[in-house]
């Protein structure tokens, strides 16, 4: 009976949704999100680097790619910080993935091809957050920076 009242509160798909309290996919995707909103608009090119960081880290099909953007996008407009996702990226990511991270969010930053100060802001903190040095953070950035270099 439970189960049939939360289904009715929270829609018939709420249960097919990732368990945002620990799982790393989510945490991923909301800090992605959350660097593409740090700029007050979300490009298209902007959604698909989101997308394919997120299915080629978690090997996801592209419509649990979708479902898990569409359930992270809800869940960072619920969030009122950071520290919940980073901590649970801490956890289940080695030094080197979290350093990949911040590489992927400066692809995000960058990809509408200027970086605003609220999104250098942003990656700044949530790199110290997950415990990534400035050095690691800085060429992450370098790394980023140069793959949107015209050949």
Same mark, same amino acid.
């Given at each position: 009976?439970?189960?049939?009242?939360?289904?009715?509160?929270? %829609?018939?798909?709420?249960?097919?949704?990732?368990?945002? !309290?620990?799982?790393?996919?989510? /945490?991923?995707?909301?800090?992605?999100?959350? +660097?593409?909103? *740090?700029?007050?608009?979300?490009?298209?090119?902007?959604?698909? =680097?989101? @997308?394919?960081?997120?299915? !080629?880290?978690?090997?996801?099909?592209?419509?649990? +790619?979708? !479902?898990?953007?569409?359930?992270?996008?809800?869940?960072?407009? $619920?969030?009122?910080?950071?520290?919940?996702? +980073?901590? &649970?990226?801490?956890?289940?990511? *080695?030094?080197?993935?979290? =350093?990949? =991270? =911040?590489?992927?969010?400066?692809?995000?930053?960058? *990809?509408? %091809?200027?970086?605003?100060?609220? @999104?250098? +802001?942003? &990656? $700044?903190?949530?790199?110290?957050?997950?415990?990534? *040095?400035?050095?690691?953070?800085?060429?992450?950035?370098?790394? /980023?920076?140069? !793959?949107?270099?015209?050949?």
């Amino acid at each position: 009976m439970f189960d049939a009242l939360l289904r009715l509160l929270t %829609g018939p798909d709420a249960g097919h949704l990732p368990d945002e !309290r620990n799982d790393p996919a989510f /945490a991923l995707a909301v800090l992605l999100i959350e +660097t593409a909103h *740090s700029d007050d608009r979300v490009t298209e090119r902007e959604q698909r =680097i989101i @997308e394919r960081a997120l299915a !080629r880290r978690f090997q996801l099909q592209p419509f649990e +790619t979708a !479902r898990l953007v569409q359930a992270a996008d809800e869940g960072s407009m $619920r969030a009122t910080d950071l520290y919940n996702f +980073t901590r &649970i990226v801490v956890q289940h990511f *080695s030094e080197e993935e979290r =350093i990949a =991270i =911040i590489e992927m969010l400066w692809d995000v930053a960058y *990809s509408d %091809g200027e970086l605003t100060g609220d @999104e250098d +802001t942003l &990656i $700044r903190r949530v790199a110290g957050l997950l415990y990534v *040095s400035d050095t690691d953070r800085g060429e992450a950035k370098r790394r /980023a920076r140069e !793959r949107l270099r015209p050949e």
